[in-house]
Nanobody
Framework: QLQLVESGGGLVQPGGSLRLSCAAS????????IAWFRQAPGKEREGVSC????????NYADSAKGRFTISRDIAKNTGYLQMDNLKVEDTAHYYC????????????????????WGQGTQVTVSS
């Protein structure tokens, strides 16, 4: 019943764009921070971005700054990650996560903060 579902992944050329969505069911995302993580084959899961429940605080991994934009839509109970100028090294399985009353400080990259996780969506950047 409580579920986060990612969508929007796919195959894109370097320099292209994708918009990932994280749709929530059974929870009201108004009370949760939303974060995006990614995991490439053979690598550890890493934090990409986080947006606070109020939407006023946003944090990004160094690799994402200037290229990715995190946002949320209260009416749709959905979070988003707009990814522009994609690079081959962005290839990974991307997950969204939600944390209750979290402010997305630099500690947002710790997975233990999060109450709910989606199953992920694959992003492949290839020429």
């Amino acid at each position: 019943q409580l579920q986060l579902v990612e969508s929007g992944g796919g195959l894109v050329q370097p320099g292209g764009s994708l918009r990932l969505s994280c749709a929530a069911s059974g929870i009201n995302l108004d009370y949760y921070a939303i974060a995006w993580f990614r995991q490439a084959p053979g690598k550890e899961r890493e934090g990409v971005s986080c947006i606070s429940s109020s939407g006023t605080i946003r944090n990004y991994a160094d690799s994402a700054k200037g290229r990715f934009t995190i946002s949320r839509d209260i009416a749709k109970n959905t979070g988003y990650l707009q990814m522009d100028n994609l690079k081959v090294e962005d290839t990974a399985h991307y997950y969204c996560a939600a944390a209750l009353s979290f402010t997305c400080g630099e500690e947002y990259t710790r997975p233990t903060w999060y109450d709910y996780w989606g199953q992920g969506t694959q992003v492949t950047v290839s020429s």
